[in-house]
């Protein structure tokens, strides 16, 4: 008989909560249904606590501060049973807006730090859909449940400016959810979990302030989308997969995906949405509250089509670079290089100036390559690579790779003699004690660049077979003339 399979401590969280939100509604209003309630908000905080604690996030700051907003939610909810139901308190504010006003800040500022941690430095893109969200349903917020609220100002003051907090906390509150999830760098079942949450909580916050302010809600609904919230936010922070939610996300996170889109053109159609809603309910239209959130998210479209602008200028940019250089040594890679000698060669026509190649081959590569393996072989050539382009600084010189161990070096403006002593320096600092020959063409003003760099490969040739670690010139006048020697910069290897 097979072991029954043992559940996993976020798998017996999440079950536990499904079977207690079923009790809930089937329990009628009073004593039981509130301890059952405060039951579930309490042990969301010691579950988001227990998973914090259970895979140790490297940054977990952030869940320590979900956990204490979610401490001080269940908090409000346990005197809200407290204070209202039980010992019938009628005052308002009260102990209960103490702790949901403080929960707000604590729930936004962690999901800030995780946004912050996944995409380290600015979050233009981030922060942009952030603001179009944030103004499309501050604008429902306003319409609903936030002039209600004001209304209440001129009378009692507290109450206005408590009020007013929760729609506020909420749109907040959304705003940074969008950032965690356009900044994670990967589709986790812990970023799900914790979308699903803030969600819920933010549904059925807006549901309390609706029945509170019209009165026409079952509050049943209400604690059945708090009791979704709170076993969401437990068992995202019990999955294994939440320590690399804050992890840094690659830049391809940074792409415009068809949901993204989706929900910020939903969300830029709130504002108009908002207004036919008035019309159809037969209410007095908000019309500077419109025109002000259109204004603001035309602003924001636009300066979302900027970045993405840029996003594309860089994106074109590296895509260029990349066509054009070695992507092992980030020289110029032989294409490049053809093209750069002909635009030298086209100068050095107009100038009158000296053009000078040179092949430059490492000696014993081969035997480096096989004896030490490729990854060595690889670093050679980076190592080699950056000491040259560091020597060549300053000179005017293009280095470039030819291929496999060969470089390219194209001087204009620079004599034969001139570009020779460049190589001697260049012997000084190759990377682990190597060396390499070098061949070495001037051109004649008249030969096409296939020609000037073959006679570089020939001098290059006679540079091998006088024994390697030397440079040979190749002559100008007679290119199937054997190249004249040079003495060595070091003794063959």
Excluded at 278 to 303: C, H, I, K, T
Excluded at 467 to 476: F, I, L, Q, S, V
Aim: neutral net charge; hydrophobic residues 50%.
């Amino acid at each position: 008989m097979p072991t029954p399979r043992r559940l996993l401590p976020w798998q017996a969280f999440a079950a536990g909560g499904a079977v207690a939100a079923l009790i809930g509604l089937a329990l009628p209003p009073g004593l039981p249904n509130d301890v059952l309630f405060a039951v579930v908000a309490l042990s969301a905080v010691a579950a988001t606590a227990a998973g914090t604690r259970l895979h140790r996030p490297q940054r977990a700051s952030a869940w320590w501060l979900l956990t204490g907003g979610l401490l001080a939610w269940a908090l409000g909810d346990v005197s809200y049973a407290v204070c209202y139901t039980w010992l019938g308190w009628e005052a308002f504010p009260s102990v209960p807006d103490v702790f949901y006003v403080l929960a707000y800040p604590l729930i936004a500022v962690a999901m800030l730090r995780m946004a912050r941690q996944a995409r380290p430095g600015a979050d233009r893109e981030g922060v942009i859909d952030a603001a179009i969200l944030a103004v499309g349903f501050g604008l429902l917020s306003w319409t609903f449940l936030v002039r209600p609220a004001l209304a209440e100002l001129p009378q009692d003051l507290p109450a206005g400016l408590v009020s007013l907090a929760y729609p506020v906390g909420d749109v907040v509150v959304l705003a940074m959810l969008v950032r965690v999830l356009s900044a994670a760098g990967h589709r986790s079942p812990a970023a799900a979990l914790l979308g699903a949450a803030a969600v819920c909580m933010l549904t059925a916050d807006a549901m309390w302030q609706y029945a509170d302010a019209y009165a026409t809600l079952d509050d049943t609904w209400v604690d059945l989308a708090f009791t979704a919230s709170y076993v969401l936010w437990g068992t995202a922070a019990l999955h294994p997969s939440m320590r690399r939610l804050s992890d840094p996300s690659p830049t391809s996170r940074h792409e415009f995906s068809t949901l993204r889109l989706v929900v910020l053109t939903a969300a830029s159609l709130l504002s108009p949405g908002t207004l036919a809603l008035q019309l159809a309910l037969g209410l007095p239209p908000e019309g500077w509250a419109v025109v002000l959130s259109s204004a603001v998210l035309f602003v924001l479209v636009v300066a979302r089509m900027a970045a993405l602008l840029g996003r594309l200028r860089e994106q074109t940019a590296l895509l260029g670079d990349l066509a054009r250089t070695d992507p092992l040594t980030g020289l110029l890679n032989r294409r490049s290089a053809d093209a750069e000698l002909e635009r030298l060669r086209t100068r050095a026509r107009h100038e009158g100036s000296a053009l000078v190649v040179a092949l430059l081959d490492l000696d014993h590569f081969k035997t480096f390559n096989d004896t030490l393996g490729h990854p060595a072989g690889d670093r050679l050539l980076v190592g080699a690579a950056s000491a040259w382009t560091a020597a060549l600084r300053g000179s005017g010189v293009q280095l470039a790779r030819w291929g496999g161990e060969e470089f390219l070096l194209v001087s204009c403006g620079l004599g034969a003699d001139r570009v020779e002593q460049l190589l001697t320096g260049l012997r000084a600092v190759v990377p682990e004690g190597q060396t390499f020959s070098a061949g070495l063409a001037r051109w004649d003003g008249q030969e096409d660049a296939v020609h000037l760099v073959a006679r570089a490969d020939r001098a290059l040739y006679a540079a091998k077979h006088a024994g390697r670690d030397c440079t040979r010139t190749a002559p100008t006048a007679q290119p199937t003339a054997q190249p004249t020697a040079t003495e060595p910069a070091h003794p063959a290897g």
